[in-house]
């Protein structure tokens, strides 16, 4: 949409959260959805750009990644130290990240830098310098992470899993890449990434602060007016988490194994998403309460941490879960993991567990509101998601009319227990590969 | 992580305004019930949501002898039940009412929060108060949660070598028998016996009113909050907390040195060098908030002296910085850190490390350094106050500690009057402490 001047639209004001949510289009064209929010002299943003490091080229995996921690070492005239300088100085918050799915920014300020934090943001978005120092220092400790990562159970089960779910799609490779791909990563590579996927078509932002539309439409227009209007990164294959059933044990020797488990879910927009949101919420999302937490912990003592939750890509989408237990005490954990998966794909569920479920999704939603940067957070997910600007007040009635039939409908859908693929890592007694 | 467990590590103050000849950093206001409880009520609006927080002022330094890991045990057992709220329901009826909850452990202080709808503030209040003198244990229940404590070691300590060489060397850098030098969550023998009966004890002996802070943060009004704390707390009347033991007291020698551990499953070797500083409690204002800046100057991130030598121009490390906690009810420490590039050994990194310190001591700052670095610490005080969370923490921290609500309120001017020879003071100072000890994180089969 273009538009001589500012347009605001004001659309949604979110009684429960006493935030309005205002939509601003600058003189040229960037859309940014605003909270207002005068109390502190200091303001949040958080962007998003489509494509994460799925699309990282073959033997090059840690691409986005890399390009994420050394857009703020040197951009335009400024080098490493001189920009990061600059940052520190002034307190101006600016982290870049790579998912697997998206690439994001995070971006606070005091009021009185918003200029300079400004061109220091666009500079890093249009002109990094990439220069050989930072990039060989950063690849440097990214690579010393992920051999550290190779003898810590949580990474080595979580990298054993999308393997197993994913196989050879893009999906089962680490964000991070590995020491040999990132090797393989030249300059060239990071400008590329730059000028192809740093673009205005799919870019998403959330402001919250002490900042008038006015004044943001102004900024808007500084700061990412100038970005290419590329077409939209392809998307990638679509791919369903091939489950099987397999127990996979990758041995260490470690006194408690790290237990991890999956298998397909549903996407964020499929019509049963808030429907799996209570049924996870009562199976292993629900942290004090759920039924894998009184059964493995409360009532056992098997873990101290067990959970599930679901996980939606773009061109997938899993339900996870995860526990840690003392070796000798393994099968009898994952006995229970895969009896609750059967008791409530089977349909055993209360009325009173989905009451509980949906008053605790509705009642802490506001709880994310407690700060401008989480806020932000919220408003560029709502546009990700293609969520319409009034989302905050329709999610609670979403939620409301979901009904146990629903669950039960959804639980059968999503829950096949003898499909859950299962990876442990450590010295589990009893507990044999299944591959 | 739910139940979780706090390290020694500080909660660091971050603070204020600049620009004002009387800064303020959260602007508490505080009174105290009749029974001994302190209340401190931190107002923001943003959001029709309160955080409720009650701190004991006791923590694993508080624990008998042969019973650690009491603590932290007892702060899992306190969501079992009372008489009144039996079975969990304190959970359960929270998350009914979308409310999200935690509790955690240090050596100083037990935390307990729940975040939850600013209209559901009495119920929350209703259900803490009862659990301060009420808790009913079950055997069956210590027993279980006792597993899931000793999982929960497995977790942090066991199954990671980085976490056993801390608990290891902190037996060197603290006297025998200083609670510094052992584990928040226990010795795992000792854990392992830890019982019902020596719950309870650790229970009565410290929860009790005039051994407790409440903190209420959030979308609430005081005049409301004060009538509720009446009407729940101030109502609670039990014998008083045992009185706490002094932890800055002691003269003994320390075994100090080095402390190493190779294991097959470390891949990047670090190395460390912790020096016994003093803390609000025994150091003098001036002295605590000079070390605070020279942490800073140091090894505040990726544009301080160690990162730029260590990492950027001499190519030795991957990284390396500092960090001191000024808010430990016994002495603090300064510690210095660095991971090492391939093929580089520990004491030249070592090395590097005290030529920096001595860099600094000789050439002193360069023109407008300590300016900056004020002015970026005295920056963090509005960003702290965008959280609504970072007020409760810092003020109930420090309180649970001992400090006062002053040491957090006064800290941009105590900054603002720091000069260089203060810094360089407190430089000389952590070169000539000799309580201090080394380690080294290496990979199994490493050359020393």
Redesign the interface.
């Known amino acids: 949409m273009r538009a001589l001047g500012f347009i605001i639209v004001v659309l949604a004001s979110f009684s429960a959260n006493a935030v309005t949510v205002e939509r601003v289009i600058s003189p040229q064209g960037v859309e940014a959805w605003l909270v207002q929010d005068h109390a502190n002299p200091l303001l949040s943003m958080q962007f998003s750009f489509a494509g994460g490091s799925e699309l990282d080229p073959v033997g090059k995996g840690g691409l986005a990644h890399l390009a994420a921690t050394t857009m703020d070492e040197g951009a335009g005239g400024l080098d490493s130290q001189a920009f990061q300088s600059r940052l520190a100085d002034q307190s101006i918050q600016l982290h870049f990240s790579a998912g697997r799915d998206g690439f994001s920014g995070t971006f606070k300020t005091l009021k009185k830098h918003e200029d300079e934090a400004f061109d220091l943001l666009r500079l890093a978005l249009t002109e990094p310098r990439f220069d050989d120092e930072p990039v060989a220092r950063l690849k440097s400790q990214i690579q010393s992470g992920l051999k550290s990562d190779l003898e810590k159970p949580n990474a080595v089960a979580s990298t054993a899993l999308f393997k197993s779910l994913f196989g050879d799609h893009a999906y089962a490779r680490r964000s991070k890449g590995t020491v040999e791909s990132l090797d393989a990563i030249q300059r060239a590579d990071l400008l590329n990434f730059v000028k192809t996927r740093i673009a205005r078509r799919d870019l998403k932002i959330g402001v919250v602060g002490d900042i008038t539309p006015k004044r943001l439409g102004e900024l808007l227009d500084r700061t990412f007016a100038g970005l290419p209007l590329n077409p939209s990164p392809a998307k990638i294959t679509e791919v369903e988490a091939n489950a099987k059933g397999r127990v996979i044990v990758v041995e260490k020797d470690v006194v408690q194994s790290t237990i991890m488990f999956g298998h397909g879910g549903l996407k964020r927009d499929d019509p049963d998403f808030y429907i799996a949101l209570v049924m996870n919420h009562i199976l292993g999302g629900g942290s004090f309460t759920s039924r894998l937490y009184a059964e493995i912990r409360e009532k056992r003592g098997l873990a101290y941490s067990v959970g599930t939750s679901l996980y939606p890509l773009k061109s997938s989408s899993l339900l996870v879960g995860s526990a840690g237990t003392e070796n000798a005490r393994v099968s009898e954990t994952l006995d229970i993991v895969r009896a609750e998966w059967k008791r409530l794909q089977n349909g055993d569920v209360s009325q009173q567990e989905i009451d509980d479920a949906k008053t605790y999704l509705t009642g802490s939603f506001p709880l994310r509101f407690t700060s401008t940067s989480s806020i932000a957070g919220v408003l560029v997910a709502m546009q990700v998601n293609n969520l319409s600007m009034d989302y905050l007040d329709r999610r609670s009635g979403y939620i409301g009319k979901i009904t146990l039939k629903d669950v039960r409908r959804v639980a059968k859908r999503l829950l096949h227990a003898d499909q859950l693929d299962i990876v442990v890592v450590g010295k589990p007694q009893g507990v044999v590969s299944n591959p | 992580?739910?139940r979780a467990l706090l390290t020694l590590a500080a909660i660091s103050l971050f603070a204020v305004l600049p620009n004002r000849s009387h800064a303020e950093v959260f602007n508490p206001e505080t009174y105290t019930l009749k029974n001994g409880m302190q209340v401190v009520v931190l107002p923001?609006?943003?959001?029709?949501?309160v955080?409720h927080m009650v701190w004991y002022r006791a923590g694993s330094a508080d624990e008998p002898v042969g019973k650690s890991g009491i603590a932290h045990l007892l702060e899992h057992l306190m969501?079992k039940g009372t008489t009144k709220n039996p079975d969990?329901i304190f959970?359960?009826k929270l998350?009914?009412?979308?409310?999200?909850?935690n509790a955690f452990t240090s050596h100083d202080y037990t935390g307990y929060h729940q975040?939850?709808?600013a209209d559901r503030l009495e119920m929350v209040m209703a259900l803490e108060s009862d659990r301060m003198t009420n808790l009913v244990l079950d055997p069956a229940d210590v027993?279980?949660?006792?597993?899931?404590?000793?999982?929960?070691r497995?977790?942090r300590i066991?199954?990671n070598p980085s976490a056993r060489l801390r608990e290891q060397a902190n037996q060197t850098l603290y006297p025998k028998d200083h609670p510094y030098g052992r584990p928040v969550i226990g010795w795992r023998n000792e854990l392992a016996s830890l019982t019902r009966e020596d719950a309870l004890a650790f229970y009565k002996a410290n929860y009790a009113p005039d051994n407790a802070i409440l903190i209420v943060a959030?979308d609430v009004q005081l005049g409301e909050v004060k009538r509720l704390a009446e009407k729940y707390y101030g109502v609670i009347d039990v014998a008083p907390a045992t009185p706490r033991r002094n932890l800055v007291a002691s003269t003994a020698a320390i075994t100090g040195g080095e402390t190493v551990l190779k294991d097959?499953?470390?891949?990047?070797s670090v190395w460390s060098q912790s020096i016994i500083q003093p803390s609000l409690t025994n150091g003098d204002p001036v002295r605590v908030t000079a070390l605070e800046v020279l942490s800073e100057i140091l090894g505040g991130?990726?544009?301080a002296r160690l990162y730029?030598a260590l990492?950027?121009d001499q190519k030795l490390a991957?990284?390396s910085g500092t960090y001191y906690d000024s808010g430990a009810r016994g002495e603090g420490r300064f510690v210095f850190y660095a991971?090492p590039?391939?093929g580089v050994d520990l004491d030249t990194l070592a090395n590097a490390v005290e030529a920096e310190k001595q860099r600094l001591l000789t050439d002193g700052f360069k023109d407008g350094e300590l300016n900056?670095l004020k002015?970026?610490m005295l920056?963090?005080a509005?960003?702290a106050?965008?959280?609504?969370?970072a007020g409760a923490m810092t003020l109930g921290a420090n309180l649970a500690a001992g400090h006062s609500i002053a040491d957090v309120e006064d800290w941009p001017e105590r900054l603002q009057a720091v000069t260089e020879q203060d810094v360089l003071d407190a430089l000389k100072a952590v070169i000539s402490e000799p309580r201090q000890i080394t380690t080294k994180l290496m990979p199994k089969g490493a050359a020393q």
């Open positions: 992580m739910k923001n609006h943003r959001a029709p949501v955080l969501f969990g959970s359960r998350a009914q009412h979308g409310g999200q909850e975040t939850v709808a027993k279980t949660e006792r597993d899931v404590v000793l999982e929960e497995n977790q066991e199954n959030g097959a499953r470390v891949s990047q991130g990726s544009t730029r990492v950027i991957l990284n991971s590039r391939p900056r002015t970026r920056s963090g509005i960003f106050r965008d959280e609504m969370k």
